[in-house]
Antibody, heavy 118, light 110 residues
């Protein structure tokens, strides 16, 4: 079954770190850019970061720059998001999404919830 | 980070047509393809339109997209109750080197 599956979410205290993973199954992973997108409760979609297929380029939203790091392991068909210095405003469902062609997302994961709270 | 501007909500009766606008700038919509996503409550977003006006396999032709300059439009004809969802536009911003989403539009079928 074609899918992206995120994991690693949970409740974390402000200032702590968390690493999210996204595993791709039955879809081509290594030749596609991959994104993280988040959605705070009751809010719209917010783009977080992108990584090129070979990992050579990475770009981040201003809101997470310097705190979050996107990476990938093509041998494991896995995308990561290392989140540090977490803040209450980072509370959201985090989705991974595959980039195809001219910057559109053809596959999305089901999302993993990150709650930053003391 | 800039976002694309959409109306908060649109509504129409079953069978009618709605359009959703998406307004941006020369560095985002004006320079790159637009895509559209819809999101049912409690589910992940799903691709609806890509490269301005193309529909993925399985998306009915009731859904259409267009782009002109720094704006784009999503059209839904023959509105159905199952179309009630949030709709988002999105594109790459070449100046910001970032992806930007629209503010989102809730479609209500009266």
């Amino acid at each position: 079954q074609v899918q992206l599956v995120e994991s690693g979410g949970g409740v974390v205290q402000p200032g702590r770190s968390l690493r999210l993973s996204c595993v791709a199954s039955e879809i081509t992973f290594s030749t596609h850019g991959m994104h993280w997108v988040r959605q705070a409760p009751g809010k719209g979609l917010e783009w977080v970061a992108v990584i090129w297929p070979d990992g050579s380029n990475k770009y981040y939203a201003d809101s997470v720059k310097g705190r979050f790091t996107i990476s990938r392991d093509n041998s494991k068909n896995t995308l990561y998001l290392q989140m540090s210095s977490l803040r209450a405003e980072d509370t959201a469902v985090y989705y991974c999404a595959r980039n195809t062609g001219n910057h559109y997302f053809d596959y999305w994961g089901q999302g993993t919830l990150v709650t930053v709270s003391s | 980070q800039s976002v694309l501007t959409q109306p908060p909500s649109v509504s129409a009766a079953p069978g009618q047509k709605v359009t959703i606008s998406c307004s941006g700038s020369s560095s985002d919509i004006g320079s790159n393809y637009i895509s559209w996503y819809h999101q049912l409550p409690g589910t992940a977003p799903k691709l609806l339109i890509y490269e301005n006006n193309k529909r993925p396999s399985g998306i009915p032709d009731r859904f259409s997209g267009s782009k002109s300059g720094t704006s784009a439009t999503l059209g839904i004809t023959g509105l159905q109750t199952g179309d009630e969802a949030h709709y988002y536009c999105g594109t790459w911003d070449s100046s910001l080197t970032a992806y930007v989403f629209g503010t989102g539009t809730k479609v209500t079928v009266l």
